[in-house]
């Protein structure tokens, strides 16, 4: 017997090679997932009573080629039956495949993965299908899985998907990597994906979270694979060590009720001291030698803040500096929005009340509740308490979010009482 | 979630034709929107004639027939949607037959995802 979780590690780390292979044989990247999916649930099922095979790799290979002859029989089989349709039918794309093939004959190419990550955040697509897409082929996981981890029905997020591939058809888009020319802009694409499923799995904070794969997990699982395929690049150590940053705070950020703890209330004793460790080692040797990119100055930031003992030990003036830094060459309201408080830590609340009037004209952030959030929390800073009241209880009623809302709600109740 | 509302009397006057016409243009949308991976849920509602409303004032629950508001426009059923933005929902919409006639309300739906501030 084989523990089934030692199973499931194995066959998600093989998922994006085998695909890589396939595709690489055959064409046609739709099917072959689909049959390598396949591959995947028999030998989820098979390996933990009968063991792993010697040649995991072949072995799901093979299996998923003969997934793919007995789909392109039955596709074949059900074309001679539509006489119209027949008529019509080019060239068939899977010509040559005859039979299962042994998984020898593939080359062991690690970069396939890479290529496969490349197809599934393909510009193409929408993010959710990048997303979707991503966490099937890449990391190996059903359709069932991600449903539940987006809270969505199974059939919506296996149209999702079949959308997904049906666009990388149309797209054209070949089995290769990007040209170099064309690739930092798709590796940016990349590890935003990378970025928004770590963020749904991150702030996710109630419900039924044990069924729930751990997305925040898998991104950190996808994005060290990256970095071992791209081990020079600044960028994806910097994205791996904000994940870590923030991850490792997780322990402390929600109270058993689910409500959420301000990270200048929470017990810094909780955080995860390793992942701190490891995430400040990744961002200082990447700010040491790659050239500077948002995702390496938002670790950088997430490191101040987890290296200080105490809230009040924060390093504030060097958070500034890096905010400044991140809002010339990545410059967003929601920067604007941390970059406020910033300032306001090191030069008084006016100073981020300042910054923050120049997001007034921004139609969008005058509707969301975080702006609305950040000038209370000023105004309170401030001593303004009833414009710090009236603040929170207009982000709270802005607030798509239960726990955000409930937060505000309690910060212009506290308010209330004391005054 | 897109809130469907309508008048059922109005509803009636009309013939069964004009009523097929809606219920394809509506058929249209739902297999776009299943097709898309949009749609995440919804449910037709029952005559507000049906409803019961339920008040409980001082521990003692106290029921009534038929809807909360007394108006001719009634809620007739919601779909849930997941768009890649408000507009597209607000597109989504207007292309549903009710708003045409009567209206469509369309409604962030709360989540329990959560950043500390």
Redo the contacts between chains.
């Keep these: 017997m084989t523990a089934v979780a030692e199973v499931e590690d194995l066959l998600r780390q093989l998922a994006p090679q085998v695909l890589g292979a396939l595709v690489r044989g055959h064409g046609h990247f739709g099917m072959c997932e689909d049959a390598v999916q396949e591959a995947l649930m028999a030998a989820a099922s098979q390996w933990p009573g009968h063991g792993i095979p010697e040649n995991p790799r072949g072995w799901l290979i093979t299996v998923a080629s003969r997934r793919l002859v007995d789909q392109w029989r039955s596709d074949q089989a059900r074309r001679r039956r539509e006489v119209t349709a027949a008529a019509m039918a080019g060239p068939d794309e899977l010509t040559g495949l005859t039979g299962p093939v042994p998984g020898e004959q593939y080359p062991a190419d690690t970069d396939d993965t890479l290529t496969v990550l490349f197809l599934c955040c393909h510009p193409a697509l929408s993010a959710v299908s990048q997303v979707a897409l991503t966490l099937r082929a890449v990391g190996g996981l059903t359709t069932a899985q991600i449903a539940s981890a987006f809270l969505v029905p199974e059939a919506t997020m296996a149209q999702r998907i079949s959308r997904a591939k049906q666009s990388i058809k149309a797209a054209g888009v070949g089995f290769v990597m990007p040209p170099a020319a064309e690739l930092p802009g798709r590796l940016n694409v990349v590890l935003h994906v990378l970025y928004l499923i770590f963020n749904e799995g991150y702030t996710a904070t109630s419900g039924p979270d044990l069924q729930r794969v751990e997305l925040a997990r898998e991104a950190i699982r996808l994005t060290r694979a990256v970095i071992r395929l791209l081990p020079e690049d600044g960028e994806v150590a910097g994205l791996l060590a904000l994940m870590l940053l923030t991850d490792a705070r997780r322990p402390a950020r929600t109270r058993p009720d689910g409500s959420l703890v301000p990270l200048a209330e929470q017990d810094r004793k909780l955080w995860h001291a390793g992942a701190i460790q490891e995430g400040v080692a990744l961002i200082s040797q990447a700010l040491a030698r790659a050239p500077l990119g948002p995702y390496q100055i938002q670790a950088a930031i997430a490191a101040v803040h987890d290296e200080a003992a105490r809230a009040q030990d924060t390093d504030w003036p060097q958070i500034l500096a890096l905010y400044e830094i991140l809002e010339r060459i990545a410059g967003n309201p929601m920067v604007t929005l941390n970059h406020a408080v910033a300032a306001a830590m090191v030069h008084g609340p006016q100073a981020g009340l300042d910054l923050l009037a120049g997001l007034d004209a921004d139609d969008r952030m005058a509707r969301h509740h975080r702006l609305h959030a950040v000038r209370a929390h000023l105004l309170e800073m401030a001593g303004d308490r009833a414009a710090a009241r009236a603040g929170y209880l207009l982000a709270a009623r802005r607030a798509t979010s239960l726990p955000e809302q409930r937060y505000l709600d309690g910060r212009a109740a506290r308010l209330a009482a004391d005054a | 979630m897109l809130l469907i509302y309508n008048n059922p009397a109005t509803y009636q006057a009309w013939s069964e034709k004009e009523r097929d016409a809606l219920f394809g243009e509506v058929d249209e949308i739902m297999k776009e929107l299943?097709?898309?991976?949009?749609?995440?849920?919804g449910e037709g509602l029952a005559d507000a004639s049906n409803a019961r409303t339920v008040r409980v004032r001082d521990g003692v629950p106290a029921t009534t027939d038929g809807p909360f508001a007394e108006a001719k426009e009634q809620l007739a059923g919601y779909l849930t949607v997941?768009c890649?933005s408000t507009e597209r929902a607000v597109q989504i919409a207007a292309r549903w037959p009710d708003a045409r006639y009567f209206a469509m309300e369309v409604r962030?739906?709360?989540?329990?995802?959560?950043?500390?501030?």
């Design positions: 299943r097709e898309s991976g949009e749609f995440v849920g997941e890649e962030q739906v709360m989540h329990t995802a959560g950043t500390e501030m």
